[in-house]
């Protein structure tokens, strides 16, 4: 079993990970049906939310199927930050989670996200500050350093636990490698085997199937793994990993009919949640994902972004699931999309 302060979770835990314009309810909801032990809100503007910004106050939304849950907050100033994680509590998650991570310009311009790479000293004192505000579990999502001339993460581990985080996620590339190239775990296994380190040290970056998953569980050692990227439009990810890992076989990959169920409920949920126009309109993004491989696809696809009727997309949908009815999906290793400006890790 691992522990996040009070939480428990089970060995080897599976995390989806906080994706700006992914990680909303009715995608979460269609993640932990299908084995997700923890997950994140979109990550959060401290400023944002002291400023009452509809935006940011509306990704506080959780629901208690969600469990356990944690929000991701941002920023670069102590007050803002002790102050949005006291706003945070209010709805009562199960942790506060920092982001330390993400590389777009718009964040990191700002000093908020993997911004703070560069400051070590600040990176402590936010963390301390929002430590301090809450009596929630405190966690931290970061990068290995700022380039490759200040990958000083073990230093950032060993500072950041001792102001009080109970856990530790760590994507396995530098501010500079934005998403491109490899990520390199092996400094996420020093941190793992610094034995210093008392606390759950999750690995995220480049996990897209079972078998990489089981590989990097055994390689570099670490508590848990965070998915974000290989999850989006294929939420089976987890169940697939947990199959594997009992049982050293792979699932057969969702045929046609689990496919268009899935994206089915994520619609409705979407429509729920933020309504009709936005709903369907957020929805778009994820069609070319739940349907990838399909043969002459395109056609389908242009219909399913362009109708404004819930009823009339659910019947393409129908329409797609007849048509495929049976096709065999080969298994590959998912392609890992490229979120560049949305920062998702």
Request: glycine share 8%; hydrophobic share 35%; with cysteine.
């Amino acid at each position: 079993m691992v522990k996040i302060g009070n939480i428990n979770l089970p060995e080897f835990p599976l995390l989806l990970a906080p994706m700006e314009d992914v990680s909303d309810p009715p995608f979460r909801a269609v993640c932990k049906e299908n084995g997700a032990d923890l997950m994140y809100t979109e990550f959060i503007s401290s400023e944002g939310l002291i400023r009452d910004a509809i935006k940011s106050r509306r990704k506080l939304d959780i629901f208690d199927y969600e469990r356990p849950i944690g929000i991701q907050i941002f920023g670069g100033d102590e007050e803002a930050l002790a102050l949005s994680a006291k706003i945070v509590e209010a709805v009562q998650p199960d942790l506060v989670d920092i982001n330390f991570g993400c590389p777009v310009k718009k964040v990191v311009s700002k000093g908020a996200g993997a911004g703070v790479l560069k400051d070590i000293d600040l990176m402590v004192r936010l963390t301390e500050s929002v430590v301090k505000s809450t009596h929630l579990p405190v966690t931290v999502k970061t990068r290995l350093g700022w380039d490759d001339h200040s990958k000083n993460i073990e230093e950032v581990a060993e500072r950041l636990q001792d102001v009080g985080i109970k856990a530790l996620s760590i994507h396995g590339r530098t501010r500079a490698q934005m998403y491109k190239g490899e990520a390199d775990w092996t400094l996420i296994a020093k941190v793992k085997n610094n034995p210093r380190i008392q606390i759950p040290i999750f690995g995220n970056g480049d996990i897209d199937s079972p078998e990489k998953a089981w590989e990097y569980k055994n390689k570099y050692g670490v508590d848990g793994i965070m998915i974000g990227r290989a999850a989006i439009g294929y939420p089976w990810i987890f169940r697939e990993i947990k199959h594997y890992f009992t049982t050293k076989t792979l699932l057969p990959s969702p045929t046609i009919r689990e496919r268009v169920d899935v994206c089915k409920k994520h619609l409705l949920k979407s429509i729920e949640w933020k309504g009709p126009i936005v709903g369907i309109n957020e929805m778009r993004r994820h069609y070319t994902n739940y349907l990838k491989g399909l043969p002459g696809i395109k056609e389908y696809r242009n219909k399913l972004v362009t109708l404004k009727e819930t009823e009339e997309i659910l019947q393409v949908l129908t329409e797609i699931e007849h048509r495929y009815e049976g096709y065999n999906f080969e298994r590959t290793p998912i392609e890992l999309m490229n979120y560049h400006e949305k920062c998702p890790l």
